[in-house]
Each structure stands twice: as structure tokens, then as C-alpha cells.
């Protein structure tokens, strides 16, 4: 019985360890929180929200790289959208903390009323493991207002170091709602391997005087 005991001991000291490594909370990124005002505010580059962070590649430190789009104004899509402000420019999303994270879908529409022209989005995460994956989503033209639609990604899209879009051409597109997954599962930390070694030895002294 006292040998049991210690081994659930032993169990529940790794878990503790191990377990904070493991996992990491859903959530949806949205930009309701930045204030507005008209029908568009800017904002710089890089901009962080929520434990993540989104630069413009092409003016990455620029007090006017984005856009917020306001509640009511000539841009409102049903949302507070976030959009490039600039041709050709390319956005980069990573973690704050620079831990992986893993996507599930993300909110899109056209920036501008009667917008005829539709738009392929490519979407390119970079992966932790090395590598890439690529999808591309179209969003239609409009007639009238904008309107935001789901877009939900391909299971590809697990365990990201970033992830990076742009819309070649006309890039004239707003985003909301990126829902990250959970859990996002890594490798434990060298600090954390080590701590659970330093404390099952520590226990090492309490089974040999058990055995005695």
C-alpha cells in the first residue's frame, strides 16, 4: 500500500509539472475594444490585441499601417474589421509570447460598398515543425453593403510559428473573428524536464527509507 501511494505521488508531481506545457485556451480575436471614430480610425504597425500581435511587412513600424472600420461608417461590415492600408503589403500574425498556436477560421469581407471585384485571400502558416501550408479564399464582390463571412481552414493549419496573408492585386479587404484552437500541443520545456527530475530524485531518499 505504501508503494502505491507513492506512485500516485510520483504521478501527480509530473502533471503538475508537465500539464502547464501542454495546453493553451480557445479564443476569437476581434477588434471591438479599439476605439473609432467616423468611418475608419488608423492604427500602427505592429498591433497587438488578445496575446497576439499583427505587422505590416512592408511598413512594419508605421503609425498608418492599418485601419479599424466603425461601427455605422461607410466600411461597417457588421463587425469592427482590421484591414491593411496599403497596396501590396503583406500582414504576419504571431503570438506575443511566441508560443505555436493552431487556427480554425477566420472572418472576411470587402473593405468598400459595391465592391464588384472579387478577391482571393492566400493564407500561408509557417509551421513549428518546419514548413508551410497554403489556402487561398475567395471573397465575392458586393453589391451594396459589405457583409462579414466565415471562412474555416483546413486542419493543415495546427501548430504555427505565424501565420501570413495578402491579397494580391486588390487588396482591399477587412478582417474579424480569427478563432484560435485549442489545445495547442508542445514540446515540454528543458526548464520544466529538469524540474521534474530535480523532484523525483528528491524522492528517491523517501523509498529507500520505506524499504528499510
Given at each position: ?27 476569437t480575436?476581434n ?43 461607410e ?54 515543425a ?9 471573397v ?41 484552437a ?31
Amino acid at each position: 500500500m505504501r508503494t502505491f501511494g507513492l506512485r500516485l505521488r510520483l504521478t501527480a508531481a509530473a502533471a503538475i509539472v508537465l500539464v502547464p506545457a501542454l495546453t493553451a485556451q480557445a479564443q476569437t480575436i476581434n477588434f471591438s475594444g479599439q476605439a473609432c471614430t467616423g468611418f475608419q480610425t488608423y492604427i500602427s504597425s505592429p498591433f497587438e490585441v488578445q496575446g497576439f500581435r499583427f505587422t505590416n511587412n512592408q511598413y512594419p513600424a508605421l503609425s498608418t499601417a492599418f485601419g479599424v472600420t466603425c461601427s455605422g461608417g461607410e466600411f461597417d461590415a457588421g463587425a469592427t474589421g482590421l484591414f491593411d492600408e496599403y497596396d501590396g503589403s503583406t500582414v504576419t500574425m504571431t503570438s506575443i509570447a511566441g508560443t505555436p498556436f493552431s487556427i480554425n477560421s477566420i472572418s472576411l469581407a470587402p473593405l468598400y460598398r459595391n465592391a464588384g471585384e472579387a478577391q482571393n485571400i492566400v493564407f500561408t502558416g509557417m509551421l513549428n515543425a518546419g514548413g508551410t501550408v497554403t489556402q487561398t479564399f475567395t471573397v465575392p464582390g458586393s453589391s451594396g453593403a459589405d457583409t462579414f463571412a466565415d471562412y474555416t481552414f483546413s486542419s493543415a493549419f495546427t501548430d504555427l510559428n505565424s501565420l501570413e496573408f495578402s491579397a494580391p492585386g486588390v487588396p482591399y479587404y477587412q478582417f474579424t473573428n480569427v478563432a484560435i484552437a485549442a489545445p495547442v500541443t508542445t514540446t515540454p520545456e528543458p526548464s520544466s524536464i529538469a524540474l521534474l527530475g530535480t523532484g523525483l530524485l528528491g524522492l528517491v531518499p523517501m523509498v529507500r527509507r520505506r524499504r528499510v
